[in-house]
């Protein structure tokens, strides 16, 4: 198989992180799932200018059937293979929530938008990229939840599509600049699980929806 449809769209994806300012040069990687291979950004990659005839593609049990896949490779199988609903996976570098991610241990729900992200965000002790300690952190960090901070390093998305994945990424970077800028003038408020159950409820009766409670 060829994966020509992946291939592009993560080709594309690259692409807009690059133009919202997500990504910078080579920081971060992305993926797809397609059924029992996954398609994969390149190490070192620049996300601006990367074609779609650079992906790779590993099998989930990590094997490489073409390229040569990023070094964070383990993060995305570890969340295929713990998330069967998981399509796709996007890690960025993007600075709001890179800030953020160095200062706090959770970003609270300070927003109902976040219900999408799972509600709060849990931030992933410090260990160096690539290695099989910082995949293990993450993913702990994500459980339950499609989103988590890397401590004094980035972030990680998933979504039963990249194009979830991405809107999850950029809603991540907006929450983590509304905390930013709510801790600028006091102690940010942070809505209750009361509140955001209602939230949810109010999505599932508008139709507005599914939230990730």
Excluded at 2 to 7: L, S
Excluded at 155 to 164: D, K, V
Excluded at 187 to 211: F, H, K, M, T
Aim: aromatic share 6%; with cysteine; glycine share 10%.
């Amino acid at each position: 198989m060829t994966f020509d449809t992946e291939r592009e769209a993560l080709a594309d994806a690259c692409r807009r992180l690059s133009s919202e300012g997500l990504v910078i040069g080579t920081a971060g990687n992305l993926s797809v799932r397609a059924g029992e291979q996954v398609v994969v950004t390149p190490t070192g990659c620049t996300f601006e200018s990367v074609s779609p005839d650079d992906m790779s593609v590993v099998e989930l049990d990590g094997e490489v059937v073409e390229g040569e896949p990023t070094s964070e490779l383990g993060l995305h199988l570890g969340v295929y293979r713990g998330m069967d609903w998981a399509g796709a996976v996007v890690h960025t570098h993007s600075p709001m929530a890179t800030a953020v991610g160095c200062v706090v241990e959770e970003l609270p729900p300070i927003h109902y938008a976040m219900l999408a992200l799972g509600g709060s965000v849990r931030v992933a002790p410090y260990a160096t990229f690539g290695t099989e300690e910082l995949h293990e952190h993450v993913l702990r960090a994500v459980e339950g939840r499609t989103a988590a901070l890397m401590k004094n390093h980035g972030t990680l998305n998933c979504g039963a599509s990249l194009e979830a994945a991405i809107e999850g990424a950029l809603l991540l970077e907006w929450a983590c600049g509304l905390y930013w800028h709510a801790a600028q003038i006091g102690e940010p408020s942070v809505l209750s699980e009361e509140q955001l159950a209602d939230v949810a409820r109010q999505v599932q009766e508008l139709g507005y929806g599914a939230a990730r409670a």
